[in-house]
């Protein structure tokens, strides 16, 4: 079956530091592949999405890039603020469901 | 433009007790879905529904029933509840990209609690 597995957390940053949060996944065929972000008290958005091998997703400075090949979308920032203090989810989508990881809670001090 | 809304945010019920929570979406979107959020274990599918009248199980999902009778709404029946069933409940919504590509539209959240 599908599977996400992502960097455990928590991670601690200062701001304009460098965020990795690793993800791999297990799948049969070609899913897509998602970043969803939660900030405190609200539920799940989308950060980015790329849905087919060697697609990169981006947003709000965030980026991720579908490797077929190490079945992997790590996310990656260049620098980080503090308004990016969130729960980062990596998720799967294969027919018409998504299948989460774990979360990696991210905090960012001034 | 509501989006996805759930009811209520927060409740308390004791062991035994069943309720209803209630999920609306004004996006005409076809797919509805249920998680639930554990700590440390992400978002686990209950049920979800590529349309009215359809309905179909996900990962977890005995202690729990729902129904699909509009587009609009999609409540999540607890019966019987247990304390393993405290969780925080996330209700979504997406519509059909032909590629199996959803990109889900979240609630707010409802918190439950079984004493």
């Known amino acids: 079956g599908n599977s996400v597995t992502q960097m455990e957390g928590p991670v601690t940053l200062s701001e304009e530091a460098f965020l990795t949060i690793n993800c791999t996944y297990t799948?049969?065929?070609?899913?897509?592949l998602f970043w969803y972000v939660q900030y405190p008290g609200e539920g799940l958005q989308l950060l980015l999405k790329?849905?087919?091998?060697?697609d990169k997703g981006s947003n709000k400075g965030f980026e991720a890039t579908y490797r077929k090949e190490t079945t992997s979308f790590h996310l990656e920032k260049g620098s980080v603020q503090v308004s990016d203090s969130a729960v980062y989810f990596c998720?799967?989508?294969?027919?018409?469901?998504?299948?989460f990881g774990a979360g990696t809670t991210v905090t960012v001090r001034a | 433009n509501a989006g996805v809304t759930q009811t209520p945010k927060f409740r308390i019920l004791k062991i035994g007790q069943s309720m209803t929570l209630q999920c609306t979406q004004d996006?005409?979107?076809?797919?509805m879905y249920w998680y639930r959020q554990d700590p440390g274990m992400g978002l686990k599918l209950i049920y979800y529904?590529?349309?009215?009248?359809?309905?179909d199980k996900g990962e977890v999902p005995n202690g729990y029933n729902v129904s699909r009778s509009t587009t609009e709404d999609f409540p999540l029946r607890l019966e019987l509840a247990a304390p393993s069933q405290t969780s925080v409940y996330f209700c979504?919504?997406?519509?059909?990209?032909?590629?199996?590509?959803?990109?889900?539209?979240f609630g707010a959240g409802s918190r439950l609690t079984v004493l």
């Open positions: 979504a919504s997406s519509y059909s990209t032909g590629s199996g590509a959803n990109v889900l539209t």
């Open positions: 799948a049969t065929g070609y899913p897509s």
């Open positions: 790329a849905t087919k091998a060697d």
């Open positions: 998720a799967l989508g294969s027919d018409y469901k998504l299948s």
């Open positions: 996006m005409n979107h076809n797919y």
């Open positions: 529904s590529v349309g009215a009248g359809i309905t």
